[in-house]
């Protein structure tokens, strides 16, 4: 290295500092990455895909923003290096990949975030105490469930919910798992027992007739769930007055 106009006895620190100077295909990589993470939208979807597996549907949702502008910036992250996708029936995932690279930087937001904005430790903390999942799609959640209470009679699919609720199908399954304890066909079934059971002993309706309010077109199918559930059939409830709730297994 020439000599420096000033000379700090800084000589050795120095040329190592040059040699790394000189590694302008390294810095170029990180000048990339600091580059496309400037976008305050394709900071938030990284940030986001650090925390959770989500498709293009859910993001879009989450960010108020259309699909094929999702698309375009999870295009640009991918082809960076810093999300990765995969595939799941016909639904397809992105996340945060999972290395060292990934990480440092997922860290190094938080920090900045926790170092600009007080409230976002709080916030964030708040979040992890609940589930990996995000609040919105709690919310999503919960909503799914009142709706199919209203709707009890009716015979919904998974794919009818994902659709009203704009949640692809494995999401919606998971996270109503997570929230509720069972599955959500397991839940549903147990509330249309009750209500089944509710209707035998409250009202002098027919057994094909409460069927049909609890969801089930036919009334021989409708018998061997409810003996399942009860350990009876619909008919020797009705003459029994019912049982106590306890005898049940879900």
């Known amino acids: 290295m020439e000599n420096l106009?000033?000379?700090?006895d800084e000589y050795f620190k120095l040329d190592f500092l040059c040699s790394e100077l000189s590694k302008d295909k390294e810095f170029a990589?990180?000048?990339?990455?600091?580059?496309l993470l400037a976008d305050s939208t394709r900071l938030k979807i990284f940030w986001l895909l650090c925390h959770s597996k989500e498709c293009v549907l859910n993001i879009a949702r989450v960010?108020?923003?259309?699909?094929p502008a999702v698309s375009h910036h999870l295009r640009l992250l991918k082809d960076s290096g810093l999300i990765e996708c995969y595939r799941d029936g016909k639904e397809v995932f992105y996340t945060a990949v999972e290395n060292e690279r990934g990480k440092i930087l997922h860290g190094i937001i938080e920090k900045l975030m926790?170092?600009?904005c007080p409230d976002f430790k709080i916030e964030h903390e708040s979040i992890n105490e609940k589930s990996e999942y995000l609040e919105n799609q709690v919310e999503t959640i919960k909503g799914?469930?009142?709706?199919l209470?209203?709707?009890?009679?009716r015979r919904i699919t998974i794919e009818d919910l994902a659709h009203q609720f704009a949640m692809n199908t494995t999401t919606l399954k998971t996270v109503f798992k997570d929230v509720y304890g069972t599955s959500l066909a397991a839940h549903i079934k147990m509330h249309r027992m009750e209500e089944a059971a509710?209707?035998?002993k409250e009202t002098d309706k027919n057994i094909n007739d409460i069927a049909q309010s609890v969801g089930y077109e036919s009334q021989s199918k409708f018998s061997a769930v409810f003996k399942e559930f009860y350990k009876v059939t619909p008919a020797e409830f009705r003459r029994s007055g019912g049982i106590e709730k306890n005898r049940f297994s879900v």
């Not at 799914?144 to 709706?147: I, L, S, T």
């Not at 209470?149 to 009679?153: C, F, K, T, V």
């Open 5 to 8: 106009i000033h000379s700090h």
């Open 29 to 35: 990589v990180v000048s990339d990455i600091f580059a």
């Open 63 to 67: 960010m108020k923003m259309t699909m």
């Open 114 to 116: 926790v170092m600009t």
């Open 144 to 147: 799914v469930h009142d709706y």
């Open 149 to 153: 209470l209203r709707n009890i009679s």
């Open 198 to 200: 509710r209707l035998l």
